[in-house]
């Protein structure tokens, strides 16, 4: 599986964002979905994740109330909506994709990061 990720840039405190991934291969469903973030100077740390076909979601209790993950089968996508962003939200984002039952701390499979930067 390939992760494409896209849709970060810049912007304001108290503004959104919407990120994608994009999996290349027809067995997408199959994959639990996440992303994980990395801010500078800091590890790598969970973000969200979505299990398969059923859409239950898991999120980091510092974005619980303003992101938003979700999934589109059909279109092999995953998606991290980002509301009411914050300075401290200023990270490479990744997606993920794990064959596991749950999303692992090392998932599968890696995106190549998007750069989400949020001003004060």
């Known amino acids: 599986v390939q992760l494409q990720a896209s849709g970060g840039g810049l912007v304001q405190a108290g503004g959104s964002l919407r990120l994608s991934c994009a999996a290349s291969g027809p067995t997408f469903s199959r994959y639990v979905m996440g992303w994980f973030r990395q801010a500078p100077g800091k590890e790598r740390e969970f973000v969200a994740a979505?299990?398969?076909?059923?859409?239950?979601?898991n999120y980091a209790d510092s974005v619980k109330g303003r992101f938003t993950i979700s999934r589109d089968d059909a279109k092999n996508t995953v998606y991290l909506q980002m509301n009411s962003l914050k300075p401290e939200d200023t990270a490479v984002y990744y997606c993920?994709?794990?064959?596991?039952?749950?999303?692992?701390?090392?998932?599968?499979?890696w995106g190549q990061g998007t750069l989400v930067t949020v001003s004060s």
């Open positions: 993920a994709a794990d064959s596991y039952r749950v999303l692992r701390t090392t998932p599968n499979y």
């Open positions: 979505i299990s398969r076909s059923s859409g239950s979601t």
